[in-house]
Structures are given as structure tokens and as C-alpha cells.
């Protein structure tokens, strides 16, 4: 062991054991002294190594009036360079490792994601520790990315999706920062450009060891990826800053929306409700999530009936993502005719009501926990979908482990188990509809 570093787990399975676990990966979890965490899968794809660094600020951090939208921006600001790696020698340095890069921001996360060789390791992982440490951008070039997240809120705003799910987060949520979604609230963003010393302070807070992991899957040995770690981020320094994440008060009544949209659309419809955060102990949430398969997807009867025989939505399928804190069951549908939009509606809600009233029949329960599972493991088919995955979780619960877990709640999960959370959560008091109808052809 390399001193200074704390193993704080090494999870390997046995092949008796590989068939129950969903996650059925050798890796191994250490904890640095400042706070970081690190995350090593070996797996059998020759030759290629995915590393993927999860940052626990999202659009929920952002917990002060006016400054919405900071993470996402920082997914901008995190490729403008330090002054050992301008952004024309970052770049550079990826063409040359022939790396695919990106990152992504969520309610509850950043992640900045790289593909590569294993030759390339160190160089990839110096470099990104470089820009994690020494992120520097002068007023100027923040203004210039500042603007340019306004456009891709402007080109954003142009789907009628996207305006969609702005409304329906607006109209759901009072005081949680899930009401602005991961882009901000346009006046915010609009005000960005002169928000520079600010943005230097949200670098400060969250980006730290303490809210950061480090996964890296592939061709590699745990040691040496240990090694390199503790070399390049060791002397990274631990933060101070927890944000009050806002409480969100119990929602009183029934919610409406509509969204006029000024040009051709074929009308939408979100029917959501107010749910439980994730948890891979309780049933709550894992019970919504075989529902929404149950009542929702293309093997369901209410799909058959509006999609399949009647032809009046094209498109149908409910969601209970996970979150930090209580999000939204919702039901999408996008409808063919404008004058069917309350009959779907109702179709909708009868199919929930019919949860309610009665449990799933066992074999159809069944069914679904076999073919998520099945998926799940369909899903893990290479280093990089594999680190992707872990990315996920890692942001909810940062271990791996979590994965099983919640997998386990799944096969624990009765009929009546979804009975009882659709009555406690499928309610009339939780709920908010928004539809969304464009002018006439």
C-alpha cells in the first residue's frame, strides 16, 4: 500500500457470487486523505482505459438567487485551460492519444470523461489533474463561454421539449433547485456574463477532492493506477463548503401548465408527480421504477392500446430517474391529434389509478425485474459503458456497490409493494400536468 492512502474497500467476486451480483465487476475503492475517491475496474477489453471524473456540484448546488446555471457553465470553463495546458496544447494532447473526451452536467452531478489508450494513461491523467487544480481563465474569456451558454439556451429553448420540461420543473417545485433545470433560468444566465467573481468562487467551493471521484476502467493494474493517482492529485487541498440545499414544502393540490408554442408541433403531455429521492434500502423507489415499466412500456397495455391499435400517440414512456432529492414521476406522451390530448390524458391516469386499486400480477411484476436486470447487464459491453455506468451512481452514493444494492431492493419487491407507492405517491395532491400545443398546420 502506498502510505498515505486508505483502501477502504476491494469488493472481488467470487464466481458463485458473480451470478447474483448485478455489478459483476472486480474493483477496488480507495479514499485518499484529502477526500478523493477512487474507483478501479479491470475489465477484459484489451488495450483501451476509460476514465471518467465525477464531480458532485449539479444545477442542485446552486442554491443562491440569480447565480442558476454555474454548473453547467464550469462543464464549459473546465476546457479553457491552465497555463501549463492552454486549451491549443490540451487539445493537442488528445489528438495525439487519439482520445475521445466530453463531459456532461446533471441535477446532481458534472462529469468529464476521456477514452484512450493505456499507453496514454499517465499523460491523460497528469493533464486532467493539472486542469482540476489549476483551472485559469481571465474575465474576458469567461464572458465569451458566458455567451455562449446563453446560445445554447436560445438553440435549446427552439425544442419544444426542452420548453417542456423547463415549465413542468417551474411549476412543480416551489423553493428545491430542482426547479431550474440543469441550463438555469434565462435571466440568470443572462446575467452570467458579469457573474466572473462569482464564478471563481463556485470553482472554489466544488471543485475539490472531497466532491470529487476518479473512475478508471479498462486494461489497467489497480496499483499502478493507485500510484499515479496518489502522484498527480495527492497534494490536491480539501474545501470547507456544504451548501443548505432548500427543503421543498409538501405540494398542497393538483398543478397545471400549458405552453403555447408559436409554430407547428405536434402537442406534447407530461403527467408527473412528486416522488421519493434514491435509495438502494428502501422500496419506495424501486417500486416506482418497475411501475413505470409495467404501465408505461412498449410491452404494456395502455402502449398496445394508444400507440399500437388506436394510433393516437406516437410516443409513450414513463420515468422515475434517480435524484439526490425527491424528483418526479412523470409520464410523457406526444399526441397526433390536439382534440385526443385529455383523452390520453385520462388514459394516463387511469392506468395509475389502476396501480392503486390493485397489485401488478406477479408474473408481469417478474417479467420486468428479468428483463431490467437482463438490460442492466446487456448495457456493461465495453470499458467505457462500464465507467459511464459507475459514473451514475457514483454521484448518488459514491461506490459502486450501490448498483447491487438497489438491484437487490428490485427482486424484494412485492405487488403489493407497488401497490402501497403508487397510493402513497400517484395522487392528486402531488401531481402537475403541462401540455404543450403548437399553432395549426
Not at 359 to 377: G, M, Q, T
Request: glycine content about 4%; some cysteine.
Amino acid at each position: 500500500m502506498i502510505p498515505g492512502i486508505v483502501v477502504a474497500l476491494s469488493c472481488v467476486l467470487m464466481p458463485a457470487a458473480a451470478a447474483t451480483k448485478a455489478f459483476p465487476f472486480d474493483y477496488e475503492q480507495v479514499d485518499f486523505p484529502n477526500g478523493l475517491r477512487l474507483i478501479t475496474i479491470p475489465t477484459d477489453y484489451p488495450n483501451v482505459v476509460a476514465l471518467y471524473i465525477v464531480v458532485q456540484a449539479g444545477s442542485r448546488n446552486e442554491v443562491e438567487p440569480g447565480k442558476s446555471g454555474f454548473a453547467h457553465l464550469f462543464e464549459h470553463m473546465m476546457f479553457r485551460g491552465t497555463k501549463e495546458y492552454p486549451p491549443e496544447k490540451y487539445e493537442a494532447v488528445l489528438k495525439a492519444a487519439g482520445a475521445a473526451s466530453n463531459a456532461y452536467t446533471t441535477d446532481d452531478h458534472t462529469a468529464y470523461h476521456t477514452t484512450f489508450s493505456k499507453e496514454d494513461f499517465e499523460t491523460i491523467l497528469r493533464m486532467e489533474a493539472d486542469r482540476f487544480q489549476n483551472l485559469h481563465y481571465s474575465e474576458d474569456v469567461f464572458r465569451t463561454e458566458a455567451l455562449a451558454v446563453l446560445g445554447e439556451y436560445n438553440k435549446n429553448a427552439a425544442n419544444p421539449i426542452s420548453k417542456l420540461y423547463e415549465v413542468l420543473r417551474d411549476t412543480a417545485f416551489d423553493r428545491h433547485t430542482y426547479k431550474h433545470t440543469t441550463m438555469g433560468f434565462l435571466k440568470d444566465i443572462q446575467d452570467m456574463p458579469n457573474q466572473y467573481r462569482y464564478s471563481l468562487e463556485f470553482f472554489d467551493r466544488y471543485y475539490r477532492p472531497e466532491y470529487t471521484t476518479i473512475i478508471v476502467a479498462g486494461d489497467v493494474h489497480k496499483e499502478e493506477v493507485r500510484r499515479l493517482v496518489e502522484k498527480y492529485w495527492g497534494a490536491w487541498k480539501r474545501g470547507s463548503y456544504r451548501p443548505q440545499i432548500p427543503e421543498e414544502p409538501p405540494q398542497k393540490g393538483p398543478r397545471e401548465a400549458h405552453v403555447p408554442w408559436p409554430s407547428p408541433t405536434l402537442p406534447w403531455l407530461a403527467v408527473a408527480f412528486k416522488g421519493p429521492a434514491y435509495s438502494d434500502t428502501e422500496k419506495d423507489l424501486a417500486a416506482l421504477d418497475l411501475l413505470a415499466f409495467a404501465g408505461f412500456a412498449e410491452s404494456s397495455e395502455l402502449y398496445q392500446k394508444l400507440v399500437i391499435r388506436e394510433q393516437k400517440v406516437d410516443y409513450l414512456e414513463a420515468e422515475n430517474p434517480d435524484r439526490l432529492d425527491p424528483y418526479l414521476f412523470t409520464v410523457w406522451a406526444r399526441i397526433k391529434n390536439v382534440a385526443d390530448v385529455n383523452y390520453v390524458r385520462d388514459q394516463i391516469l387511469a392506468t395509475l389509478d389502476s396501480f392503486r386499486k390493485a397489485p401488478v400480477p406477479p408474473s408481469r411484476l417478474e417479467a420486468v425485474k428479468n428483463h431490467l436486470r437482463y438490460r442492466f447487464a446487456l448495457s456493461l459491453d465495453s470499458s467505457e459503458s462500464i465507467a459511464a455506468t459507475v459514473a451514475r451512481y457514483v454521484a448518488l452514493r459514491r461506490t459502486p456497490e450501490t448498483i447491487n444494492r438497489l438491484y437487490d431492493v428490485y427482486a424484494r419487491i412485492t405487488p403489493e409493494d407497488v401497490q402501497a407507492a403508487a397510493a402513497r405517491y400517484l395522487t392528486e395532491s402531488r401531481r402537475t400536468i403541462v401540455t404543450l400545443k403548437g399553432t395549426e398546420r
